[in-house]
């Protein structure tokens, strides 16, 4: 298909040298080019190696021409960078690394998305599947590059992909055996400019789909649901939720109240499945799932559905769902001092991820919060710091509109950590004020709402040191 074709790869890292050595293993004459400068690219040395052409530091005027067959570039590239304008007005096609281990991949894809919960869920189906004996292959947004997964899936896999609103907006032909769509709330805006732009986005994940495959959907979640009503989505549909019971699909009984602010009951719950012919199964109790929290009993109603439309035996998934422990960064515990715990959930990059962690625990919450600037003014917090929060620490770009949500919610406990050079620091010195205002019993919560990137290289980094940093007290 791509024998002698002109590729152009944008952008290096991990993905970038996946899809440019399959494209030069399927015969195709490889560029790949990355803004940043040469030796910033380390990456750089083994395709050269290679024989394939790498530029970097800058985009040269002719590196996309009409001899270009195709452009695949990082997801975190903006449409606005200049190669990518050039690829359109030539109308050369511009696609994700998902659009092209699609197209090679023997396996089934899972495709996994949601604007929160996805890399929980997708480790979590492929722990179910594995207990099962499908042998899953977990990749994509999650770590391995969903290229290099591809190419070592066998028809016998599953190919499990967590997919972001990034890579799924460079699809084309890309089409989930099983699509699970967890939630969507207004995230990203900066780099799709719209609400319209990310939703359609997601979308895409059901764009090719058949009435053969499966889509396991939120109908707790509006935009979910109107997906469903516009008909926007021909594969049948497996339903989920936590806040209502369904005549078909999964669901937790009794339900979950709507408002996510409402307070903690002792009620039972149990996981149920109802099947077409309205026979009522019982899975287990909600408290015996592995992790805590409304939002994990969601994640494990979509984990379950993925897996069921896969056909692995129920009685399979039952001892992954009790043992499953979470995945590090998200709501995960790092050490007591003092009597009070310390939980990383620095994968919390916007508002909505800090309101399920904050209704994760009782109201006796010392948080940390704050990071790169996006625009928004985080008053959806407010009500939540009232309920939950007994002091904020706010911190990066966005310290100063953190602290004031939390003065206007009535706070009194409340400090802004001034930046330093040196990221690590000004972590640490936010940790020692958020122990300085807690007391034996309190829970010191990373939960940023925001993104890392205006002092660290990524959230992983932003969690490690914020661990290091509890450790050492």
């Known amino acids: 298909m791509y024998q002698g074709k002109q590729i152009v790869i944008l952008g290096l890292a991990r993905s970038g040298v996946s899809v440019a050595k399959l494209f030069l293993k399927l015969g195709a004459k490889v560029t790949v080019n990355d803004q940043k400068e040469r030796e910033l690219c380390p990456e750089a040395d083994e395709l050269d190696a290679l024989g394939i052409s790498v530029i970097c530091g800058s985009h040269p005027d002719d590196l996309i021409t009409q001899a270009t067959a195709l452009v695949v570039k990082n997801p975190g590239i903006p449409y606005s960078a200049p190669p990518v304008r050039r690829a359109k007005e030539l109308g050369i096609k511009v696609v994700t690394e998902v659009e092209i281990a699609y197209q090679i991949s023997e396996a089934p894809i899972i495709g996994i998305t949601g604007s929160n919960g996805k890399t929980t869920t997708t480790t979590w189906i492929g722990e179910m599947l594995e207990a099962a004996d499908f042998d899953p292959i977990v990749a994509g947004n999650i770590g391995t590059p969903l290229c290099e997964a591809a190419q070592a899936a066998k028809g016998s896999n599953w190919l499990v992909a967590e997919l972001s609103s990034f890579q799924l907006k460079g699809t084309v032909h890309f089409r989930p055996r099983i699509s699970v769509l967890l939630n969507i709330s207004a995230t990203h805006l900066d780099y799709h400019g719209t609400m319209e732009d990310y939703v359609q986005s997601k979308a895409k994940l059901f764009a090719n789909q058949t009435e053969y495959d499966a889509a396991v959907i939120n109908v707790d979640d509006p935009i979910c649901r109107q997906m469903i009503d516009e008909g926007r989505?021909?594969?049948?549909?497996?339903?989920?939720?936590?806040?209502?019971?369904?005549?078909?699909?999964?669901?937790?009984?009794?339900?979950?109240?709507?408002?996510?602010?409402?307070?903690?009951?002792?009620?039972?719950?149990?996981?149920?499945?109802?099947?077409?012919?309205?026979?009522?199964?019982?899975?287990?109790?909600?408290?015996?799932?592995?992790?805590?929290?409304?939002?994990?009993?969601?994640?494990?109603?979509?984990?379950?559905?993925?897996?069921?439309?896969?056909?692995?035996?129920?009685?399979?998934?039952?001892?992954?769902?009790?043992?499953?422990?979470?995945?590090?960064?998200?709501?995960?515990?790092?050490?007591?001092?003092?009597?009070?715990?310390?939980?990383?959930?620095?994968?919390?990059?916007?508002?909505?991820?800090?309101?399920?962690?904050?209704?994760?625990?009782?109201?006796?919450?010392?948080?940390?919060?704050?990071?790169?600037?996006?625009?928004?003014?985080?008053?959806?917090?407010?009500?939540?710091?009232?309920?939950q929060v007994k002091a904020v620490v706010a911190m990066g770009e966005t310290r100063e509109k953190i602290a004031r949500v939390a003065e206007l919610a009535g706070l009194t406990k409340v400090k802004t950590v001034e930046p330093v050079e040196d990221a690590e620091a000004t972590l640490q010195q936010a940790v020692r004020v958020a122990a300085s205002f807690a007391e034996p019993g309190d829970i010191v919560l990373l939960s940023p709402a925001c993104a890392s990137w205006d002092m660290f290289k990524s959230y992983e980094e932003r969690g490690r040191m914020f661990k290091q940093s509890a450790h050492t007290l």
């Open 233 to 387: 989505i021909i594969a049948h549909i497996i339903p989920f939720a936590i806040c209502q019971t369904l005549p078909y699909g999964l669901f937790i009984d009794p339900p979950y109240a709507e408002d996510i602010s409402a307070p903690p009951d002792e009620i039972a719950r149990e996981i149920v499945l109802m099947d077409k012919e309205g026979n009522r199964q019982v899975i287990l109790p909600v408290e015996e799932l592995g992790i805590p929290g409304r939002h994990n009993a969601a994640n494990a109603l979509a984990a379950i559905g993925a897996c069921l439309a896969a056909h692995a035996p129920l009685e399979a998934l039952i001892e992954p769902l009790k043992t499953f422990s979470g995945v590090e960064h998200r709501l995960e515990f790092t050490c007591e001092r003092g009597g009070i715990r310390y939980y990383n959930n620095s994968k919390a990059t916007n508002p909505a991820a800090t309101i399920i962690a904050l209704h994760s625990f009782p109201p006796r919450i010392v948080l940390i919060a704050g990071g790169l600037d996006r625009g928004s003014d985080y008053m959806e917090l407010l009500p939540h710091f009232k309920d």
